[in-house]
């Protein structure tokens, strides 16, 4: 979402860091193009103003005027203004002392909420709680087994009393449901409406007079730029919900939304959908978010998602077959695989400060992991063990099995050679010969 936005105000950083010296009026052409940057990425232009105005005034205040290589210290007041900008300290779910904690979701119809409550869902499912989902959206078509099919997916129980019964009384009666069975949390999906209307309001006030939901949370659709933010400040005028869902923020929008809704609403944006799939659903890190558009990578949410998916036992078991030469290529998928459960390679590698910037312009195929996986799942376990022992006869019926080409099965087959090499080394403890072994595998 933010890649126009980063490219504009990591090339002004640069200048300003290119230079020996800054001046005041460096400052103000660096502000200047900032501001610019901020508008066309559809931030408020108060937003803007008060943004740039508390940098300049950082940046004037901070003696670095005349100093020597003063630009790391803008670029430090810069991210430290746009992590505050974003809310400062990432913020949490307030979870009641006496279960069922209820999160109310609220938002408009198209913004993404049944599916952001299946996210959350399985989101607090997965760091431990016992979650149930109540489907109070009797008004949309097919809204009920949207939420059911979701909530299976996620693995949580869907309370529903299809389309004849009110919402309120649904909101009610699955309150007193999952207190009954103990569940930790109870999400509660409301109506969406086309726009905002007294209805709509109406109807989420009665329900939370009903059930005194712990926490209100408002799904704003990213895509919708300014609007979502008109759109939070009008539920906020009505109905004092406690913090935001980012919906599509993996989308093209420019970013606008997530800038703004903040500083104009006063609530923080809590959670963050980063992609169509259930587990593309993570918490809102404004530090983390900063650091991304600056360029400095995300090291810390890179962390975490490898170590979801980090399974101790499997890693000792890799290490013991590297080291007595028993790695094959089923153990590669494997790994393969858990890569792709991390998320779209593009994304990994813009956690890696540096990296996101070097690979400006390079479109990463993922559909390459697909015909690896295709080549080597043609192969039999023998040759998957051993695919040095793979011959003429046996590349043509790989590659004809798996819809590719022999020359695609040799290059596999060396490279992965070559991987393995490095691989024992490393578990070894040695360094490898990177050249020799970059110029083998050509």
Known sequence: MFDSLAERL???????????TLTEADINSAMREIRLALLEADVNFKVVKNFTNAVKERALGADIVGQLNPGQQ???????????????????????????????????QGSGKTTATGKLARYLRENGSSVAVAACDVYRPAAVDQLIKVGAQAGVDVYEQGTDAKPVAIAKWAADRAKAEGKDVLIVDTSGRLHVDSELMAELADIKKAINPTDILLVVD????????????????????????????????RGGAALSVKAITGKPILFASTGEKLDQFERFHPDRMAQRILGMGDVMTLIEKAESQYDERQAAEIERKLRKQEFGLDDFLDQMRQIRRLGPLQSLLGMIPGVGKELKGVKLDEREFDRLQAIILS?????RRHPELIKGSQRLRIARGSGTNVQAVKQLIKQFEQMRKVMRSVSQGKMPDLGALMRNAR
Do not use: C, W, Y
């Open 379 to 383: 192969m039999t376990p023998q040759e």
């Open 222 to 253: 990213a895509m919708t730029g300014q609007d979502a933010v008109n759109v939070a400040e009008q539920f906020g005028a009505v109905v004092d919900f406690d913090g935001v869902v980012m919906s599509k923020l993996d989308g093209d929008a």
């Open 10 to 20: 990591q090339a002004t950083l640069d200048d300003v860091r290119g230079r020996g």
């Open 74 to 108: 803008v670029v430090k007041i810069v991210s430290d203004e746009l992590t505050a900008l974003m809310g400062g300290e990432s913020q949490e779910l307030v979870f009641s002392p006496r279960p069922p904690t209820i999160v109310l979701m609220a938002g408009l």
